[in-house]
């Protein structure tokens, strides 16, 4: 299992033969797959709570001293988001020692994510930089990921490359 802890709504596989259900009280359908070097194993989230979803996003991405995925298959961009403000975090935290206030936004969701970077700076304050020097790219699902992606590409602030991304037409 790639995601640490016992929740209820990380599924880690060694194979591609489909997600195990989880608890049909779970509200939200966000999914995310990220993919292990050298190895089949993956991980897909779905039907959880802002919160829930949150603390495992950031699992799926923390796989220990050394660790993480070397490629993200983003649905939505939140991986690509986490990792982003997660860097730009630790920047500001290395100038001036300021970390992540979650009460700077009325935006419910992007407060829980400032607390998951506070949390994370305070026990590695290079958490996600690790991440972003790991990571060969990024692939995005969505039209709306894929446009953003490219947007960031152009202006420079993407800090990992576009890799195989999906245009959905319909």
Same mark, same amino acid.
């Given at each position: 299992?790639? #995601?640490? %802890?016992?929740?209820?709504? #990380? *599924?880690?596989?060694?194979?591609?033969? %489909?997600?195990?259900?989880?608890? !049909? =009280?779970?509200?939200?359908?966000?999914?995310?797959? /990220? /993919?292990?070097?050298?190895?089949?194993?993956? *991980?897909?989230?779905?039907?959880?709570?802002?919160?829930?979803?949150?603390? #495992?996003?950031?699992?799926?991405?923390?796989?220990?001293? +050394?660790? %993480?995925?070397?490629?993200?298959?983003?649905?939505? %961009?939140?991986?690509?988001?986490? *990792?982003?403000?997660?860097?730009?975090?630790?920047?500001? $935290?290395?100038? =001036?020692?300021? /970390?992540?206030?979650?009460?700077?936004?009325?935006?419910?969701?992007?407060? *829980?994510?400032? !607390?998951?970077?506070?949390?994370?700076? @305070? =026990?590695?304050?290079?958490?996600?930089?690790?991440?972003?020097?790991?990571?060969?790219?990024?692939?995005?699902?969505?039209?709306?990921?894929?446009?953003? /992606?490219? @947007?960031? @590409?152009?202006? +420079?602030?993407?800090? $990992?490359?576009?890799?195989?991304?999906?245009?959905?037409?319909?």
């Amino acid at each position: 299992m790639v #995601c640490r %802890g016992k929740h209820p709504s #990380c *599924i880690g596989s060694k194979s591609s033969a %489909g997600n195990q259900a989880t608890s !049909s =009280s779970m509200a939200r359908f966000r999914p995310l797959h /990220l /993919l292990r070097r050298d190895s089949g194993e993956f *991980i897909s989230l779905f039907r959880e709570t802002l919160q829930e979803y949150w603390w #495992c996003t950031e699992r799926s991405l923390d796989w220990g001293p +050394g660790g %993480g995925p070397d490629l993200i298959v983003d649905d939505g %961009g939140d991986a690509t988001m986490l *990792i982003h403000e997660g860097v730009k975090a630790e920047e500001e $935290f290395a100038k =001036s020692g300021k /970390l992540p206030d979650p009460t700077s936004t009325d935006n419910a969701e992007f407060q *829980i994510v400032l !607390s998951i970077i506070k949390e994370g700076l @305070q =026990s590695d304050p290079l958490k996600y930089h690790k991440m972003k020097e790991r990571l060969v790219g990024v692939s995005e699902e969505t039209t709306t990921g894929v446009k953003r /992606l490219y @947007q960031m @590409q152009a202006n +420079g602030s993407l800090l $990992f490359p576009i890799r195989g991304n999906h245009r959905r037409r319909r």
